[in-house]
């Protein structure tokens, strides 16, 4: 890449990354973004979509956001406590003469309910796409996430187990929507000097491809390793009252790169936060998911208050959900480490619950 001088602007690297993902995923078109906020802004856009949108609160902020910088409404449904994922039944409840799409999120990888989304967005005419941010590698009835819908947003953020430092990408099997975001992507840029479309800088630079170049080569590694991982997880919280790991259809191809839990406190003896706080104090990097839920969070809080009343699934996970470290990094034997304390906190709870609010009240009195 030093060698050519060709840094970005849809270099060589670029197109190669583009078209592996794309025969990896078997879509027609990958058009590769520099993240997924901004792939998700460019497809949004290019889908025509406006007015409201349907999409879930039990997701990152982006798929938010990634509207409503558009001055679009994203509109929030409630999910199926099961899957995680839009409950397709309220999804019907919430189309409104303003609606124009809906944007399921395969949270955890796990997929939304395509069939029924699909069947909503053409029996009322609105754009379906998905946020497959989490989905990279990932199946679906033996078809990959991605040639789902009108079009599916991935993520190659560094966080994600496969990535290009920053990075993400739009997959579509329509030819022309493809044809559009790569002109929205690059300015609108249509030739040398000539501009014919409203545009962005949502450009992937030759460094990220050459990362992800590399990082597609050791997919199936990564892949091993977080399932080795899971699998181990699996092993060390069985029968640990009140907590619960979720699990993959072991059917499908799945990238293993979250392990999560829902902590159930009647059971447990201690809360998702009181969890939590005990791992972070044993330097265990557990994170409250997707906390506190996009509609408490600003501006959707003070546009929409009553939110809350509408969402009763999504507020109960959003008390109950959180992730345990993994990927390439994390071994076996930490695992079993971090399950030791876990077990160890909900058998020990009635013992630490005075001690961790006494902490509490230390920090913050
Ligand atoms: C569900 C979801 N959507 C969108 C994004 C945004 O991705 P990026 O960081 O590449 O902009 C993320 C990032 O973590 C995500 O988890």
New binding site residues.
């Given amino acids: 890449m030093l060698e050519r001088r060709w840094l970005s602007n849809n270099g060589p690297f670029v197109r190669e990354f583009e078209q592996r993902v794309a025969e990896f995923l078997a879509v027609k078109h990958c058009v590769a973004m520099c ?3 901004v792939a ?1 802004e460019i497809a949004i856009r290019a889908l025509g979509l406006h007015g409201e949108v349907i999409i879930p609160s039990f ?2 902020i ?2 938010a956001h990634a509207l409503q910088w558009q001055e679009i409404t994203p509109v929030f449904c409630d999910v199926d406590p099961t899957t995680h994922n839009l409950d397709p039944a309220r999804v019907e409840t919430m189309i409104t003469p303003r609606t124009t799409g809906i944007i399921g ?1 395969h949270v955890w990888g796990r997929q939304c309910a395509v069939e029924s989304l699909s069947e909503i967005a053409a029996r009322h005419n609105l754009k379906l796409m998905f ?1 497959a ?2 989905a990279f590698g990932n199946s679906y009835k033996s078809r990959m996430i991605g040639g789902f819908g009108q079009a599916e947003v991935f ?3 560094a ?1 994600k187990f496969f990535n290009t430092f ?1 990075g ?1 990408a739009v997959v579509t099997n329509n030819d022309d929507l493809a044809a559009k975001m790569s002109l929205m992507k690059n300015f609108g840029f249509s030739g040398y000097d000539n501009v014919i479309y409203i545009g962005t800088n949502g450009k992937m630079s030759e460094i990220s491809a050459a990362m992800g170049l590399t990082g597609l080569e050791s997919l199936d590694e990564f892949i091993a390793a977080n399932r080795r991982n899971y699998v181990a997880y699996q092993a060390g919280l069985q029968h640990i009252p009140g907590i619960h790991l979720i699990s993959y259809d072991v059917t499908e191809r799945c990238n293993y790169q979250y392990v999560i839990l829902e902590v159930d406190k009647t059971n447990a003896g201690i809360s998702r936060d009181d969890l939590v706080q005990i791992l972070h104090a044993e330097n265990i990097l557990a994170r409250r998911y997707f906390y506190p839920g996009c509609h408490q969070m600003e501006p959707y809080r003070s546009y929409f208050p009553h939110a809350k009343l509408l969402l009763p699934m999504t507020e109960k996970l959003c008390q109950r959900v959180m992730s345990l470290p993994t990927g390439t990094a994390v071994q076996p034997e930490e695992i079993e480490t971090i399950c030791t304390i876990i077990r160890l906190a909900v058998r020990g709870s009635q013992e630490f619950l005075p001690r961790l609010a006494a902490i509490r009240e230390e920090q913050h009195p």
């Fill in positions: 993240n997924a906020t998700l997701t990152f982006a798929t999120v946020d941010a989490h993520s190659f953020h966080t920053e993400g």
